[in-house]
């Protein structure tokens, strides 16, 4: 049984920073693209970014770029999304996900992931 369960989520003032974990039970999460995404209310899921099983290489949505960082930890089976200088526009419910076997990586599109946390909730306001 596959377990995906996400951590780290808050309120933080415009500019502050937060560490979204999300830590995988039941696979080994270097064989998997694993991707972050978040939801916006009134707003589809988009995707933020994610790690490569191949070669552990990470895209990012271009409205985070530069301020976002993925990485993981793969004796704890743990993925980080580090989020810095944080905006208002920012503020959504973020999840993360295990990969199909053949995604279109670089689009960072919900469709190419078949596993699903719940989800946690990060609220950035002065």
């Known amino acids: 049984q596959v377990q995906l369960v996400e951590s780290g989520g808050g309120s933080v003032q415009p500019g502050g920073s937060l560490r979204l974990s999300c830590t995988f039970s039941g696979i080994p999460l270097q064989y998997y693209t694993i991707g972050w995404f978040r939801q916006a209310p009134g707003k589809e899921r988009e995707g933020v970014s994610c790690i490569s099983s191949a070669d552990g290489s990470t895209y990012y949505a271009d409205s985070v770029k530069g301020r976002f960082t993925i990485s993981r930890d793969n004796v704890q089976n743990t993925v980080y999304l580090q989020m810095d200088s944080l905006k208002p526009e920012d503020t959504a419910v973020y999840s993360c996900?295990?990969?199909?076997?053949?995604?279109?990586?670089?689009?960072?599109?919900?469709?190419?992931?078949?596993?699903w946390g719940q989800g946690t909730q990060v609220t950035v306001s002065s």
């Open positions: 996900a295990q990969g199909g076997v053949m995604i279109h990586i670089e689009e960072l599109s919900p469709r190419d992931y078949t596993k």
